[in-house]
């Protein structure tokens, strides 16, 4: 069974959940092209090694500086804000955190981690267990290392999508009001409200964090990423990616193949589906999953599933969702109720952690249906209610911890800072400005709005209400700066052989986009968990062997490699 912080792990992909059904964001975003494809920076022209750049020497040669903050050692780290003009002296100052688990005399190196997102806090992850779940193998060879990502979490400057009006108001920075849309929405009155409210996310966006926007990139992100290994003395980088991480992943492989030990990629993301084909693939993903959640209750719930055969199930969730449409449900505390589209987002965070999670969901539906949707609710936000009890429980050590705080080395700090207006009021998690900021800068959306209702016929028929959230989810990239990249397929020669890691149920990242993934890399091997829930590693002893065996001892993982639940 999975600890409670080992859920915070997945929380990146359940933003990912809630992405698909327009009640935060959208989806997680696919990695860059390769250096033939577009990508920006003069590494693609030459195929210079970025390090031996003249204007790039001060942020390679850093040392960084270690200090204790809790049970873990914090620095930070000085990256360019825009690597094509590394000298202009805008930076983003980036929290480390490192857990030195290493057994002397035993040591491969460091692993550096990335839990998902885009938007989840890395050095937070570590300080709330995280290590723990990369097993006793691992971190008794490596120090395991992380770091938030430009832009997300202690980073400065931050993201934020949270205005000066809201400032002023006292407004907490929230995703856009999807309660008063219907699922599908069908008239021209419904779908101008839709694309308003997006662009009213999308302009509060802008005028928050509008300098930052263009350089968050996964690109960048990997960038860094490089920066960060050089900066901890290591010649080849050893990496863990989960969810949005596979991304991040895939970015430095393409950018830096030569430069990976070891990567493992789970819960994989294909960088060949465009907006529409990643949109569906994922909202496919959550319908199989609640489906399977029917089918397969009484074998994991028991006498708790809320109907006695699958087809009462189905049944009680579909009659949920369209009493919610017609009237919300009740909800103490609560003048608003459930609507539907709170009802669907329940069920879709509900699909991570089966063996956590099926039981606390049958319970909610029971009392839902008899006219109580508390529990229910309380499943819709519980994303949220961790992450303020997770700040809330940091005390002293959060803040000890905060690496931003640090000055930076002295060979990173930029020879003249122009003058920059104050950093706006940014909230202690900023993970859906992040998501929204990195996915639509990611990945290229359409400019028309017609492009988006001629998707939803499809996905409705595909995936219900999860396909048209998704797509309608999709709406606040569609005037946003556009970035560089496009779909492709992976393009790393020369990258040793890379591990992914596919759940067969997995509702956010489905098993066919590891599969192809895994096709994509050189020599890519593919490691599949047969079984329902997000991610692999970390939930199952067959995993972890495997992922322990290759990070340690480069053990290839043969084709057809299966493990069970």
């Known amino acids: ?52 750049r003249p204007e ?38 980036l929290p480390v955190a490192k857990a030195a688990t290493a057994t002397a005399g035993r040591r491969v190196g460091a692993l550096l981690y990335n839990p998902g997102g885009p938007g989840e806090r890395g050095v937070q992850a570590l300080r709330d267990g995280l290590a723990e779940d990369l097993g006793r193998g691992v971190r008794e060879r490596f120090d395991i290392v992380a770091f938030d990502p430009r832009g997300v979490g202690e980073s400065r400057p931050a993201l934020t999508c949270r205005t000066k009006d809201d ?171 459930l609507d539907a589209a709170g009802v669907v987002s329940a069920l879709a965070l509900s699909m991570y952690t089966p063996e956590e999670q099926w039981e606390g969901l049958s319970e909610a539906l029971r009392a839902a249906d008899g006219g ?46 122009p003058s920059e207006p104050a950093e706006p009021d940014v909230p202690a998690d900023n993970s859906e400005a992040a998501l929204i900021a990195v996915n639509c800068l990611d990945v290229p959306h359409p400019r028309d709005e017609r492009a988006y209702w001629d998707a939803l016929a499809p996905a409705h028929r595909a995936a219900g209400a999860y396909g048209t959230t998704g797509v309608t989810g999709e709406l606040v990239c569609k005037d946003w700066p556009a970035g560089r990249q496009r779909p492709h397929r992976v393009n790393a020669d020369g990258v040793p052989p890379v591990l992914v890691v596919g759940t067969a149920g997995d509702p956010a990242t489905p098993y066919d986009e590891a599969v192809s993934l895994a096709r994509q890399f050189p020599g890519g091997m593919l490691l599949s968990f047969d079984a329902a829930g997000h991610t692999g590693y970390g939930r199952n002893a067959c995993v972890d062997r495997k992922v322990e065996d290759y990070l340690v001892s480069l053990t290839k993982v043969r084709p057809g490699t299966t493990c069970s639940a």
Do not use: N
């Open 1 to 52: 069974m999975i600890r409670p912080d080992v859920r915070r792990r997945h929380r990146a992909a359940l933003l990912v959940a809630l992405a698909v059904l327009g009640t935060t964001s959208l989806a997680a975003c696919t990695a860059g092209p390769g250096p033939d494809r577009g990508r920006s920076g003069p590494e693609a022209a030459a195929g210079a090694d970025p390090a031996e």
């Open 56 to 93: 790039l020497r001060r942020f390679y040669g850093q040392k960084l500086a270690w200090r204790a903050c809790g049970e873990l050692e914090c620095a930070s780290l000085t990256v360019p804000m825009d690597y094509s003009r590394p000298g202009d002296g805008r930076t983003f100052v």
């Open 167 to 337: 400032e002023e108001e006292g407004q907490e920075e929230e995703a856009p009001d999807a309660a008063a849309a219907p699922l599908y929405p069908r008239t021209a009155a419904e779908r101008a409200a839709a694309l308003a409210e997006a662009r009213t996310t999308a302009e509060a966006c802008v005028e928050a964090s509008g300098p930052l926007l263009p350089h968050v990139g996964t690109d960048d992100a990997a960038r860094d990423l490089d920066v960060l290994r050089a900066a901890l003395g290591e010649r080849k980088l050893t990496y863990v990616g989960w969810s949005y991480g596979t991304s991040l992943g895939t970015s430095y492989a393409e950018q830096f193949p030569r430069r990976v030990r070891a990567m493992v990629l789970d819960g994989a993301v294909d960088p060949s589906l465009d907006w529409r084909q990643r949109t569906l693939s994922q909202s496919t993903g959550f319908r199989k999953a609640v489906d399977a959640y029917a089918d397969s209750c009484a074998d994991t719930v028991g006498a708790g599933c809320p109907g006695a055969t699958p087809e009462e199930i189905r049944a009680l969730i579909d009659r949920l969702v369209r009493r919610a449409q017609r009237e919300p449900l009740p909800v103490d505390g609560s003048e608003d109720g």
């Open 372 to 417: 109580d949707g508390t529990a229910l609710a309380a499943l819709a936000e519980e994303t949220e209610e961790q992450e303020q009890e997770a700040e809330a429980g940091g005390g002293e050590e959060g803040e000890e911890g905060e690496g931003a705080s640090e000055e930076p080395a002295e060979a990173a700090r930029p020879t003249a800072r």
